[in-house]
């Protein structure tokens, strides 16, 4: 089995990583955060993610898979080159290529002759052609490899894929890199680079549409006294839609999907071909932010501002990350509204099962241990996340503790009825 080198351990990085050292390959990894590499050669993980850990060990037992703090030692041996640096959002909404193209810089006399080096990172399209230019190594093969996963099911999605897509100068290179997942039973479309970064782009923007579509006919639902969970229902008996990604939320958001939908508008806009229906569906997700937010507001009824800018109201919190499954707040649209409610002058206090402490990104949030003392004496309690744990509350517990028993349960996790028997005035989102 080939040697394999993994650039950069974050989500993708370290499920590429224990995946194919899983397939069989020999895996160097290496990541910059020495403390990092340190936990993950000691068998620990460091974030949340189902499976995570059973590979990670699988792959250290066997010694097909060792971590490294500096990425110059895990290539020098190895022919296939993954490169899974972050490509984070840049201030004016286009994908911040610097650590790739540091990384890059920092590796290419060191990469073994004829390698191939195979971005995994979502990158803007013509990043293959530039890291070419930037290589200048004409033995060097450079391949688009866009990686599909779900944070919560990252080793569920690499091994068991709907496709991988090989983007590639020529047939040869691209056969190289589909046998790696031989083991995998899959379609392996093949394409030029340039279409390969565009399907991720392509994919990621094509299922945030769908969410700000569902959302905003969630809007229209609840304006005309029809019932999104039908309506949806009704929708995805049409096999061209599908039933998949159709529940409405408060908003999405995650990782991957608001730096990609602007990364492409950003794109369109410089290749002279702007994409408005692209801002409409980041518009429209920041409209239903703001109106979650209202909704639990609403709720409470009128109250005035203290001189403070602060109101008598506390907002009781369930879920802060930015979906179930998952320990990741970044971008989460919990996050985002709770910083609507805090603007407005409330008191949050907030329960999520994967967070124990306060939140940088909301230091003014009281975080607690228990789902009933963040509805304790609240006077509106939202439910942002779907965890499935939420459904194992005692619904009559939370309404004894609260101040008013009100739910805005903004991801339709509870029935109705079950919500109105236990005492509580609910709102689902378009229902
Ligand atoms: C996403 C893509 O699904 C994945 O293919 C890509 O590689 C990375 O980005 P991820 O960020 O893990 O994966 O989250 P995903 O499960 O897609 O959810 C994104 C957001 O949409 C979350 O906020 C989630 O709560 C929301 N969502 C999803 C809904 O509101 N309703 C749905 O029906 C599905």
Redesign the pocket.
């Known amino acids: 089995m080939g040697e394999i080198s993994v650039v950069g351990c974050g989500y993708v990085g370290l499920t590429v990583a224990v995946c194919m050292a899983h397939l069989g390959h020999n895996v160097v990894a290496a990541d910059v955060d020495r403390e990092r590499v340190e936990m993950l050669n000691r068998g620990q993980v460091p974030m949340f993610e189902a499976r995570l850990d059973e590979l990670l060990d699988e792959g250290l037992r066997s010694g097909r898979l060792r971590f490294v703090d500096d990425p110059q030692l895990a290539v020098t041996s190895a022919r296939f080159h993954f490169m899974c640096v972050p490509t984070p959002q840049d201030v004016d909404g286009s994908a911040d290529l610097s650590r790739l193209e540091a990384a890059i810089d920092d590796l290419a006399d060191l990469f073994p002759l004829r390698s191939v080096v195979i971005t995994k990172s979502t990158v803007p399209v013509g990043t293959a052609d530039q890291l070419r230019s930037r290589l200048s190594r004409t033995d060097i093969a450079v391949v688009s490899c866009p990686?599909?996963?779900?944070?919560?099911t990252a080793i569920h999605d690499f091994l068991g894929p709907d496709r991988i897509v090989i983007g590639a100068l020529d047939d040869p290179t691209a056969q190289s890199v589909a046998e790696l997942f031989a083991e995998l039973d899959c379609p392996i479309l093949t394409m030029t680079n340039r279409s390969a970064e565009a399907v991720k782009y392509g994919?990621?923007a094509f299922?945030a549409t769908k969410?700000s579509f569902i959302n905003s006919m969630a809007r229209i639902c609840e304006s005309v006294g029809a019932d999104i969970q039908d309506v949806a229902r009704g929708m995805a008996g049409d096999e061209r839609i599908g039933g998949?990604?159709?529940?409405?939320?408060p908003g999405?958001?995650?990782?991957?999907?608001p730096k990609d939908v602007s990364a492409l508008s950003h794109l369109a806009q410089a290749a002279g071909s702007p994409a408005p229906l692209l801002n409409a569906v980041l518009d429209a997700n920041h409209s239903q932010l703001d109106h979650i937010a209202s909704k639990a507001l609403q709720a409470v009824g009128p109250t005035a501002l203290d001189a403070h800018g602060q109101r008598d109201v506390v907002v009781g919190v369930w879920g802060l990350t930015?979906?179930a499954g998952?320990s990741d707040r970044r971008d989460s649209?919990a996050i985002a509204v709770i910083h609507r409610l805090l603007r407005a002058g409330v008191t949050v206090q907030a329960f999520d099962p994967t967070v124990s402490c306060g939140m940088d990104e909301a230091p003014e949030v009281r975080v607690t241990s228990d789902p009933y003392e963040a509805a304790a004496g609240a006077d509106v309690l939202v439910v942002l996340t779907?965890w499935d744990d939420f459904t194992e509350i005692d619904l009559d517990k939370t309404a004894e503790v609260m101040n008013q028993p009100r739910m805005i349960d903004a991801r339709n996790l509870f029935a109705r009825d079950d919500a109105e028997t236990a005492g509580f005035s609910y709102a689902g989102v378009g229902r």
């Open positions: 990686e599909f996963l779900r944070e919560g994919a990621n299922l969410l998949k990604f159709l529940a409405p939320g999405w958001g995650g990782s991957c999907f930015f979906k998952t649209p779907e």
